[in-house]
């Protein structure tokens, strides 16, 4: 099924998506995109859906014909202090407060969000497979912080984050198992590696 490129003619939409909401280390990515009412791309879709060829390929097609976008990020501190949730939507936020068009409906991968300022937004689920504008923030996001993930694998390659990029594979486990935990992961999703012992 094809993209919808806009939920309403009137308003200036931005999409906007996360990346790495369920990960055991690593800040949370996200991005708000712009796009021109008549952007296609027949490659554009879900971030999870696109290849990473395809992925930084699409990176570079939105960065040059978006009508604006931004990508921002929230660190793990802040993770454990306010929790994932609450650190998905402040760093939507903090990418939309960089857009240098400012939108006027916000269309919001997912089924919450806290309200931005006076801005109107819609949530949708899956909605990074419904929307050019959602799928290009997914986009942004993803490979945004894989490209971050891939600084800190030549910090701590032990856990092999050029691979998994922090999520919780069977090897990451068995990795903080062995090494333990280190600065960048997330110490308030309760990652024991004494119990990780049951996994295997």
Known sequence: MALLSFYQEELIEAGCDEAGRGCYAGPVF??????????YHPLLNDSKQVNEANRNALRLIVEEQAVAYAVAKVDVEEIDQINILKAS???????????K????????DGNRF?????????????????????AAASILAKTYR?????????QFPQYNWQKNKGYGTSEHRKAIEVHGLCEHHR??????????QELF
Not at 30 to 39: C, R
Not at 115 to 132: I, M, P
Not at 146 to 154: A, I, V
């Open 89 to 99: 939507f402040k760093a939507m936020h903090l990418a939309i407060d960089q857009l």
């Open 30 to 39: 996200a991005a708000a995109v712009i796009l021109p009412k008549e952007f």
């Open 187 to 196: 110490k308030s999703f309760n990652i024991d590696p004494l119990k990780m």
């Open 114 to 134: 806290i309200k931005y300022k006076r801005t109107a937004h819609k949530t949708f689920v899956k909605g990074d497979g419904r929307f050019a504008s959602i």
């Open 101 to 108: 068009k400012r939108p006027q409906l916000l269309l919001i």
């Open 146 to 154: 894989d490209e971050y993930m891939l600084q800190l694998h030549q």
